[in-house]
């Protein structure tokens, strides 16, 4: 090494000596009593100085060479911030209790204090090609992060800032053109000879715009100029087409949308413009002709002049409608004067709506836009298809009839003439007519034209226009119908009576008031409707109203609810308006009208009747006739009360005055013709005198039966039968069938649903007296019980017992029964052949206990005979005497006494056999016989 390299390194060495023997300074800032450890390392990795706590307030210095770390010990439990000197603003966090190492750079002061993060203060950030995106973010701490969307015009996009140390930083960011598309392009029309200027909106954040044009009817777009600001002039041009254009806003980041279009063209060479016209008739007559005139502006760059330049027909585009063809223009016409012409034009014959418009020609070719094309109406004279009324015919004397008629366009004016037929034309009124859609019409009252007896009210049409003289074109008329005066017929429904003074009366019925039926005649207007009033004199209704009542057919006329309750006393008169009208609100305007006054009697109130009949010879039916339990003849009425069968309706008994309390009684019935009948009891209402009723008032009872009656002539024996007592009777009607009965002997029911009225009994005790009683039945019915006492005498009565004819015919042999404790002193007789009685000696024969007797008969003849005998006993035990006979035959030349043979019942007798009657027994001989007849009494 050279002398002077080695100064020069020994001069480095002691610069460097210096600086790394600079200070060292650690401030603890801290006022919250937070002490701090020092630790200081140098080059060698020897730590060589360790303070463990520097108070708060204290600053600690210290001097060192190659000193490379400093270490920094938090020994409170907050966290606190290291600033070093060479970057006051950072704030180095250091948490509680832990320590940190610095990286040493001589000369810096370590300052601790309370943490406080050192966050980013706000400011406006750019991102994109060129920044073209820019936000604004907002103050944050340390670490925070924002959202950023482009705030800049003529872009759009986002990014995110994040706050670092105090410094932002822009992460993920888009940015891409968002350019309006010009609005307001314009360019010039036919304003310059050579040049088209165009001007639009400008838009913000475009740095230039790109103009295009095309020809009008071409396809391509061709790039005209790209000028920054928002207008550009095209000069030089000299084709007189008319072109397109169109323009976009650009900026580094792209281009918007193309505007809208717009046309533009240089000044051409020739170049007419329609300016007005005058005079041109909305509507013509046909075959009629007019002056206008139109007025011309010359906006080319060539004057006109009037030999070749006018104007000629463009709709049609020939003469063929108004008759006018070209029309030079007059004098020299320069660019941006006017000219007038002056034409004259014919309507065409068929009538319609014709264009006029005209067009400017050059040397005959049209050139630019017609004239505002105008419309004429083209009128023929005034005509009408007919004239026609709202109606054929009427009868509404306040109504109207409208008259309308079919008019072509021509019609500009139309009236109708309307005259009755009575009073012709004289009569005569106009009624102007309005046009109301396609038709005119004209209303005209029916009453302008009435007079008595009007029939037909006429009408005639004129119509006009203001281009043609006014005339008359059609007629009609309507017939008016004169109605007739209603006819109206009553017929009672319930009764009738004269009310006098002319008036009619009716009987009303109490349930329905119907007091009649109402039918009105309208003749041939029968299809019309009419409204019926039954009325007082104050209007009051009496009567149900009929609205709308059919004409020709009966119609029930009722009285109103309340004149028929049941406090209005039976025959209380009404007297009543009754009023017919059309019910048709036209018809009625006629004032044809029907009324008259009638006399309304209202019939009895609903009656119940109650009846029941009795038994009895003959039996009767006690009825009673009332309203609720109660009956009174004020209210009610006089009443007439009968009885009659359900059957066939005859009557049962005569009908008799009803008493003031509603009773009455039927006494006189025939029980034989009625015990099977189902009866009512009939309440007849009796009207007021002079009341014809068309049938009688009645209320009838239910439906009842006669009580079943007591049999007739119960007769029972009293001891006239040895045998029976026999018990007869009569059924409760004569010659009635359908009976039956019980017969009771005591309280002992000996034959029950018997049909014949006779029985023959056997009571337990001979000698005792029984009560015997009969009830008759019919269906279910029973009768009361007749009774009658019967008995059997004790003993048998004294009889013939046996009688024979002897051997040669001469006597006849009796004997009487042999029962002779009870015959006591008996008289017995006997009669041959109707003659006188003559005693018969009885003896009692030994050994037995019959009596018996001989007759001579011999001074009888051969033949027949009969023998009457006769017992009597006095003071004996018989309830009368009694006879008894006996027929024989007497032959004695052909008798033999030794053939008799004795008969019981027909066939011949056994030994022993006992008599229980009469005429059981018989005798017969040989050649002859005996037979014994019943009793007599």
Known sequence: MSTKKAFLAALAFLATSAALAAPITVKNNSTSGRSIGLEIKTLSGTWVKSVPSILPGVTDTSNFTQVTIVSIKNNGSDSMCVYVSSAPTLCREQI???????????????????????????????????????????????????????????????ATATCS???????????????????????????????????????????????????KGTPGWTDLATPTAASYDWTGVTDESIFEFQVRAESALGSSAWSALDAGNIRPKIAPVFVSQSGI?????????????????????????????????????????WGAGFAAFSGSIATGSNTTTSLTATAPTTPGVYQLRRIFWKAGV???????????????????????????????????????????????????????????????????????????????????????????????????????????????????QQLPDPVVTLTPTVGSFDAGAGKAGFVAARRDGVFANIKVDLGAFSHLKTDIEFIDRGHADLGIPLNGASAGVDIPARLVESKLVPEVPAWSSQSVIVRVKYADPDAASQNKTWADTISVLVASSDMQVSATGTVGIPPTVNAQVHAGGSFDTAIHGPFLGGIRTVADGAAASGFVAVGSNGEWGASDLDYSRLYRAQLVAVARAVPPEGVTLIKPIEFLSAPFSLPVQLVRSLAATDG???????????????????????????????????????????????????????????????????????HLPACFAPRVEDALVNGVMQAELVALSRWLQCVGDAVISVAFDGGGAQPVAFQIAAGSDYRHAAIDISGLADGNHTAVFSVGQAGGLLNGDRSQSFSFSINRAGLLPTDVTILHNGKPASDGVLTDSIGRFGIQLQGGSIDFAQPLN
Not at 124 to 132: E, K, V
Not at 183 to 202: H, K, M, Q, R, Y
């Open 165 to 215: 140390a105090g410094t932002w930083s822009v992460s993920a960011p888009t940015c891409t053109a968002s350019l309006a598309s010009p609005v307001g392009l314009f360019a010039t029309d036919g304003t310059n000879a050579s040049s088209i200027n165009t001007t639009w909106g400008a838009v913000a954040g475009a740095s230039s715009y790109r103009l295009q044009y095309r020809k």
């Open 720 to 790: 006239t039968l040895e045998e029976v007592v026999r018990v007869s009777w009569l059924a409760p009607a004569d010659g009635g069938d359908g009976f039956t009965f019980d017969v009771y002997r005591d309280s002992t029911l000996i034959s029950s649903g018997k049909s014949s009225v006779e029985l023959d009994d056997i009571p337990p005790v001979r000698g005792q007296v029984y009560s015997y009683r009969v009830s008759a039945k019919l269906n279910t019915a029973t009768s009361p019980e007749a009774q009658d006492p019967g």
């Open 281 to 321: 008739p909305a509507k013509i007559g046909t075959g009629q002709s007019f002056s206008y005139s139109q007025i011309w502006r010359n906006t080319g760059s060539e004057t006109w002049s009037g030999g070749s330049h006018g104007t000629g027909p463009d709709s049609p585009g020939d003469t063929s409608v």
């Open 366 to 480: 049209p050139y630019g836009v017609a004239s505002a094309a105008a419309s004429v109406e083209v009128v023929g004279p005034p005509t009408c298809g007919g004239v026609s009324p709202s109606v054929a015919t009427t009868y509404n004397a306040n109504g109207t009839v409208t008259v309308s008629l079919q008019g072509p366009v021509s019609v500009e004016t139309a009236i109708v003439k309307a005259w009755g037929e009575v009073s012709g034309q004289d009569d005569a009124k106009d009624y102007p007519m309005a046009l109301n859609g396609p038709n005119w019409t004209a209303t005209i009252p029916v009453a302008d034209h009435l007079v008595v007896g009007e029939s037909k009210i006429n009408f005639a049409a004129r119509v006009g226009n203001s281009l043609f003289t006014p005339v008359q074109c059609a007629s009609s008329s309507v017939t008016f």
């Open 96 to 158: 509680g209790g832990a320590s940190r190492q610095y990286n040493h750079t001589d000369g810096e002061t370590y300052v601790v204090d309370k943490y406080v993060d050192p966050g980013c203060s706000a400011a406006p950030l750019g991102w994109g090609t060129g920044n073209i995106c820019t936000a604004n973010t907002a103050a944050a701490s340390n670490g925070a992060s924002q959202s950023l969307t482009n705030a800049a015009a003529g872009a759009t996009g986002t």
